[in-house]
């Protein structure tokens, strides 16, 4: 059975990105100075880590044969991430106020699950779009 390793990311302000565990015996951390650097440089941090538990023979290292790992960033991170996402359209897509969605990017307010999840559908919404321009 496929186990999901939560891994949440963060923007530092010297624009390295860093992501730590969340679901796993233990905490595993590491840095990038691109996403996918990071993903590359945890996914082996993460399988240096279950080498050694297995190695330590510890009871939870079998259930680490097969993974997944879902990235999560919080909203402020994602809007730096991709500055030509305005959040004037998002708002408009996911029919919102846009000082609100301002307001959960600067971190004033927080979004509630239902309200991310409209902002988080906007921005798929918007990358689905993308993904069917040809030239």
Not at 3 to 22: A, L, M, P, R
Not at 35 to 62: C, G, H, M, N, T
């Amino acid at each position: 059975m496929e186990k999901i390793i939560e891994v949440f990311v963060e923007k530092n302000e010297d624009g390295t990105y860093w992501g730590t565990s969340q679901n796993i015996p233990g905490v595993i951390s590491s840095f990038g100075n691109s996403l996918d650097e990071l993903q590359r440089d945890f996914e082996l941090a993460f399988s240096d880590y279950i080498e050694v538990a297995k190695e330590l023979k510890e009871p939870y290292a079998e259930d680490y044969e097969n993974v997944v790992f879902e990235y999560k960033m919080d909203m402020s991170s994602f809007f730096e991430l991709v500055p030509e996402i305005k959040i004037s359209s998002i708002a408009k897509r996911a029919e919102m106020n846009e000082s609100l969605v301002r307001q959960y990017k600067t971190g004033k307010v927080k979004a509630s699950q239902s309200q991310s999840n409209k902002i988080l559908d906007a921005i798929h919404e918007l990358g689905n779009e993308l993904l069917s321009v040809r030239f």
